[in-house]
Structures are given as C-alpha cells and as structure tokens.
C-alpha cells in the first residue's frame, strides 16, 4: 500500500504539484519556440518525456557504481544518447516534423529538467519509482507544451490538430479541425511574444484552481 501511495504522489508531483513548466519554469526555451501548433508541441513532448524516462532509469540502475566525483558529466553523457536515438528515430520516421522543431531536439541534452531529474531522484531512487518519476515529469512537460500550443494555434490560425500527418501519417490529414477562417494569421498569437502571455495564463489558472 505504501509503494502505491508513493508511486501516486510522484505521479501527481509530476504532473501538477511540482509540474517542470508551470511550477520548476524549467525548460522554457523550447516551451515557447516551439509551441505554435498542438502537433509541434506533442511532438517535443513525447521527444522530451523518451529521453526523461530512458535516462531517468538507467541512472537509477547503474546509481551505485557512478564515482560522485564525475556524476554530472556521466549524466550528460547518459541524456546524450537518448537525445541522439530520438533524433535518429524522428529523422527517420517524422522526417518533416523532424526538420520544423529543427536545434530543439539535440537542445533536450540541456533542459535543466531532465539532468535535474537524474540527480535529484534518479540517482537516489531505485529503477521503479525513478521510471514512474521520469515519465509523470515528460507527461507534465508534455500537457503543458500541447495545452499551450493548442491555444496559440486556435487563436493564432484558427484550426487545432493542423499537421498531424507530420506525427501521425498520413491518415491522420483528416483530423484537422477548423474553427474560422482567416486570410492572415494572427501572429502575435504564433510568435514568441504570444507563448509568453498563453505561458502567463496557464500559470494563472493552475495557481487558481490550487487555490481553491
């Protein structure tokens, strides 16, 4: 019973009380560049949360056997190669999505959220407890980076789920749904300047609703 608790209060930590965007503010450079569709940002998160749980886990396996002295470069190192298989597989497999979130893929190796994640927890934790860490952290980062690009799409061009064949296939070109109709986009919506304000409100909300 007490395993379970435990693992449900990592999930929650994860995912709301100490969620890595909306609380830690970590990772914010990709947050914001590139949250301009729902798609950009589930594809980030999904990229993000791989290389969370991968390194997450194997920190914890090999934890007793890193020297203290060197952990942070071996962390590094670890992150890296994770970073550098997610690349692989989204060169191959999502070639075009792959070409539009462009340096924030290999950027993964420095989100302050995933080496902080090996040494705060993974690197004090047994494998199982650091798994369901890693992945309730991605999953939060991920929420966040879908809820923020949905609305910046929505308000920005009108439509959610526009490029979803670049994630999903082909197949998916039909689940585009279109709200209104534009001739021009509403860039201020698009660009950064935007992500900073639609961050802003997410903020808000979540400190409201704990609040109450």
Known sequence: MSTELNHSTILKNGLWDNNTALVQLLGLCPLLAVTGSLINGLGLG????????GSNLTVSLIRNHIPKEIRIPIFVMLIASFVTNIQMLMNAFTYELYLILGIFIPLIVTN????????????????????V?????????????????????????????????????????????????????????????????????LIAIKNRIQQN
């Open 46 to 53: 999904i990229a993000t949360t791989f290389v969370l749980v």
């Open 112 to 131: 302050c959220a995933i080496i902080g994640r090996a040494e705060a927890f993974a690197s004090r934790n047994k494998p199982l407890p650091s798994f």
């Open 133 to 201: 860490d890693g992945l309730a952290q991605g999953l939060g980062f991920t929420l966040v980076l879908v809820a923020l690009g949905a609305v910046r799409e929505f308000v920005g061009q009108g439509t959610i789920f526009d490029g979803a064949h670049l994630l999903l296939g082909d197949w998916a070109k039909d689940l585009t749904l279109s709200f209104y109709l534009t001739d021009q986009k509403f860039l201020f919506a698009i660009l950064p300047p935007g992500a900073f304000i639609g961050l802003g409100v």
